[in-house]
């Protein structure tokens, strides 16, 4: 199979990685988000997400700490809109990504599925395409109870040492979820590892995402 490549180039590379709630991104694409770091440096990160209050607020900057680590310059944002009710609240977050797309000139965007059955992250996903439409963008998924998970199109192989230090930061960063049953590393390696499977990755793990469109060149 072939694999592309980010092509070499003079200015750093930068990503923007959205997320509905506290921990989405992490979920969603945090071993790719560490792999790029490693093999890539200087980049750019800018880092939001839309709904975290109180200890939420906390464990989200704990997140993004954790996973920037590596980056040149991360601006890292945290908004507060009710968790649950993002169509509610539809016109507010449209204006949040008005004014982000002002601010940012992503190269690759990660955000969510916008096929994801819980309603937060679908708007957020739309409105990722709505507001970036000349870009490469990248949905991620996140495991639920809903069981949503469709297949990708899109693979980024990771190294067993970047899938392991993925689980384990997510675990450390957001103890509140701990007493949910679905957030164990059995769940996350078992993604990482399905995916891994799929892309035939070196190391067997890989984080899967749809890749609506790609300019090939």
Request: charge should be neutral; charged fraction near 25%.
């Amino acid at each position: 199979m072939i694999t592309l490549r980010f092509p070499e180039r003079t200015e750093p590379l930068r990503l923007l990685c959205v997320g509905a709630h506290s921990d989405d991104i992490e979920i969603g694409c945090g071993g790719t988000v560490l792999q790029i770091l490693r093999d890539h440096p200087g980049v750019e990160c800018h880092w939001v997400v839309f709904s975290a209050a109180g200890a939420r607020r906390k464990e989200a900057l704990a997140g993004a700490g954790s996973f920037l680590e590596g980056a040149a310059r991360r601006t890292v944002v945290v908004r507060s809109f009710r968790d649950g009710y993002f169509p509610a609240a539809g016109g507010e977050i449209k204006d949040a990504f008005e004014a982000l797309k002002k601010k940012v000139r992503p190269d690759v965007v990660f955000t969510h599925h916008r096929a994801d059955l819980h309603q937060d992250h679908r708007l957020v996903g739309e409105l990722t395409w709505n507001t970036f439409r000349d870009h490469l963008i990248l949905e991620y998924e996140i495991p639920k109870y809903d069981g949503d998970l469709a297949t990708p199109n899109a693979y980024v192989p990771l190294e067993a040492a970047v899938a392991k230090a993925k689980i384990r930061r997510i675990r450390e960063s957001f103890p509140s979820q701990a007493e949910n049953t679905w957030f164990s590393e059995d769940t996350f390696k078992a993604v990482l590892r399905l995916r891994g499977i799929e892309s035939n990755a070196p190391s067997g793990f890989a984080e899967g995402f749809h890749g609506r469109k790609l300019i090939l060149s």
